[in-house]
Each structure stands twice: as C-alpha cells, then as structure tokens.
C-alpha cells in the first residue's frame, strides 16, 4: 500500500471514530442487532446449524456500538470483536459492560486480524467486506475470515446489493468496484466493492468456504431501499 492510500485509510478510520461518536451524541446510534442476524442464528433457515451456543467463541468483524454483540452474547457466546479505531474499541467495550457483557475487542481490519488461527466457531462479518477497495483485497479478506475460524466453524455475512441506497449515484468503475457519489454520506468518494448477482457472490465465497448459501434480503422504506446479499459457509479442512 502507497504511503498516500495509507494515509487515505487512516482518514477514513477517523471519519467511522467520528460518525459513531456523533451518532451517540445524537441519539442516532443503533440499539438492536439486526433482524435478519437473529433469524440465521435462531431461525430453521440454515440447515444442520448446531443449535447450542453457550461456550462456543464467535468474532464480530467491524462491531461498531456492539448491538449485534448483545444478541451475540445472550445466546451464551464467548465474544471477541475488531473496529478500526481504539476509541470505538473504547466506547464499545464501555457500553457493552453496563449491558454486561464482557468483550474482547481489537483494533483489526478485514485483512488484518488480530486473533491467533482456528480461534473461533462462528465469525460475523454484518456489512464490512464490501469496504474493500479491488478484487485482491476482497478474496485477501475471506482468506483472513478463514484463517481464524476452527475447522467446522461458520461464517455469517451480509454485504451491499446492487439496489442498496448507498449506490445512489455512484460511479461504476468496473470489476465489481464503485466510487460512493451520495452527497449526504461521509463515504462519498471512497470506492467499494459489491457484488451485482447472487451467482456472484456464491462464486467468491466458494474459492474459501464449503457448503455455501446465499440469500438475498430487500427492504423499501418509502423514500430509500436497503438491498443485501445474506451469505453463510462452513470452512472445510484444510486440502
């Protein structure tokens, strides 16, 4: 990575510290975990899902305030999480303590995770991959996802469709790649990687995980739409 795209990261991280911080301030933040989160763990939808939770060990990629970690750790789950900056980590692991819940969280990114090989039964990765700039980084991402989950442990993501309101007026650079155009978003001019077609993203996921699924949830609300591809995949042994 240029010393310039180094820079370019680390002012995009500084830019998610803010956004939670004055989500927070303004009353904005999200409180509950996501509906469609709980539905894969506790709903019929997944076969041969292993029902007991309590004591297995789940990661959180990009856990934001923790309101995904709260359903987490009222299944009875062991929690670890990663941010991009230490002083959401912070505020997060404060939060997550009032409620209490204990969680190790770390400074980590898609490609970069701070957690030792086979550590975890399930890793959640709930609309962070697609923040990943080019095809190479995004199969590095799911090489990483891989690497800390156990053998039989699985993974839950969910990631931007095409028909996502973040899309609105971006620019399609090609390969799956596009330049956020939305002018009320802090986003705007960053380029992101989204799958068009749930072909696609089975195709991806499959190169790293077994027995892969993919679904597909879409939601109008009025003026704006949020569109994502739900996808879960065991990994294998190792060829």
């Keep these: 990575m240029t010393l310039a795209a180094e820079r370019a990261r680390g002012a995009s991280f500084d830019e998610w510290a803010e956004h939670y911080r004055r989500g927070t301030a303004d009353g904005f933040e999200p409180l509950w975990p996501s509906e469609c989160l709980i539905r894969l763990f506790r ?60 969680v190790e969280i770390r400074v980590g990114t898609n490609r970069d995770l701070p957690f030792e090989d086979e550590s975890f039964d399930y890793l959640v990765s709930w609309n962070v991959v697609h923040y990943e700039e080019n095809e190479p980084d995004y199969r590095a991402a799911l090489a990483e996802y891989r690497r800390v989950l156990k053998p039989g442990g699985r993974l839950f993501a969910s990631t931007t469709g095409p028909e996502h309101k973040i899309l609105t007026g971006a620019e399609s650079l090609g390969a799956h790649r596009y330049r956020i155009g939305r002018q009320d978003d802090f986003r705007r001019g960053q380029v992101f990687f989204y799958m068009d077609t749930p072909e696609e993203a089975r195709r991806y996921y499959q190169e790293f995980f077994d027995d892969v699924l993919v679904g597909r949830t879409h939601d109008h609300y009025f003026t704006e739409t949020l569109d994502a591809f739900l996808i879960t995949g065991v990994r294998g042994d190792l060829a």
């Design 43 to 102: 709903g019929p939808y997944v076969a041969g899902l292993e029902r007991e939770f309590r004591g297995r060990r789940v990661l959180e990629i990009g856990c934001g305030n923790g309101n995904n970690l709260v359903f987490l750790g009222a299944l009875g789950m062991e929690l670890s999480a990663t941010e991009v900056e230490e002083s959401i980590c912070r505020r997060t692991r404060e939060r997550m303590a009032t409620l209490g819940h204990s």
